[in-house]
């Protein structure tokens, strides 16, 4: 954890990645530099978290069309008891049980929800490279580092190289949910990072989608959803333009300032559909400077001992 003083005093960062490039409060950005956090990881993290090496298992190796279904269950199965023993180590109770207010955040929806991934994309027409892998590159022309996590990167006949993004959705996969990553920064952000990888310019990114809320009765068509996402160097230019360079200078006028305001979308604050409230919400409603404010009168906070660093992983 840092202190007022000591966040203060280090100045603002040098390399940034997509969660602190897209938050929309300046006061949630504070808070989250100074290293608060859950003290509990909410469910919805651990099923992404599980779900995501579900996924790499599967697809390593990738199943061909030479596999018997006795062999491809084996492989199903081997998948699943390694995104269990994520669970099971997450909530360290020794249960498959998610904490109270789950919803379908759940070691039972998982499981079931991974054994019909498995059944809708037994053979794929591509080939997975790597797995989760953090990255890190400089900014041209400035002095900035862009880091991150992808979740894989493919290579597709025709097509050539693609990020792989997985996504999990609370709610139903709709048109307006698939499109919205016509308009993703975070999109924009790894696609630009595959082509400096590649150094050229790749297809883009392939979205794959997969909706937690499981009907008892009749499975609906839209519970997975794939889609291929384009961008121009054009596109990405003013992407790092209006997205990147224009927000680190508003967050390095913040240590200018001093200020942090609270952000005035209040949906960010209280949640609302498929997002969910503000860990520090009950931090904004005190009358009292930030630098005056003690978290550990609250229950549900803890500090990381480590720096943000998402793109060490893997």
Not at 46 to 54: E, I, S
Not at 127 to 154: C, F, H, N, Q
Not at 197 to 219: D, F, Q, S, T
Request: some cysteine.
């Amino acid at each position: 954890m840092r202190s007022d003083k000591e966040l203060r005093e280090a100045g603002p960062p040098k390399t940034y990645d997509w969660t602190l490039l897209s938050n929309t409060c300046y006061r949630k950005l504070y808070w989250f530099l100074r290293g608060l956090d859950y003290a509990t990881i909410p469910a919805y993290f651990v099923f992404g978290q599980a779900w995501q090496l579900a996924l790499d298992s599967w697809y390593t190796p990738q199943v061909g069309i030479d596999w018997s279904p006795a062999e491809i269950k084996k492989h199903r199965d081997r998948a699943i008891e390694v995104a269990r023993k994520h669970w099971m180590d997450s909530y360290s109770i020794g249960t498959s049980i998610a904490p109270a207010g789950a919803g379908s955040n759940t070691w039972e929806n998982l499981e079931v929800l991974f054994k019909m991934y498995c059944k809708t994309y037994t053979v794929e027409p591509y080939r997975v490279l790597g797995a989760e892998k953090g990255w890190v590159w400089p900014l041209a022309g400035t002095p900035w580092m862009l880091g991150g996590s992808i979740d894989d990167y493919i290579e597709w006949e025709g097509l050539g190289s693609l990020v792989q993004e997985n996504k999990t959705s609370g709610i139903y996969l709709s048109d307006q949910y698939i499109k919205q990553w016509d308009h993703s920064g975070q999109v924009s952000l790894y696609i630009w990072y595959l082509n400096q990888l590649k150094g050229k310019e790749v297809y883009g990114a392939y979205m794959n989608m997969a909706c937690k809320r499981i009907p008892k009765k009749k499975v609906p068509d839209n519970l997975f959803a794939r889609d291929l996402q384009t961008r121009t160097p054009e596109r990405l230019d003013q992407f790092l333009e209006e997205q990147v360079v224009s927000k680190i200078l508003d967050i390095e006028r913040e240590w200018d300032r001093w200020l942090w305001p609270r952000t005035g979308f209040q949906v960010e604050c209280v949640g609302g559909m498929g997002k969910s409230p503000c860990l520090y919400r009950p931090l904004c409603l005190l009358d009292v400077s930030i630098s005056e404010q003690d978290p550990s009168a609250f229950q549900g906070f803890a500090w990381r001992t480590e720096e943000w660093a998402p793109w060490e992983r893997g």
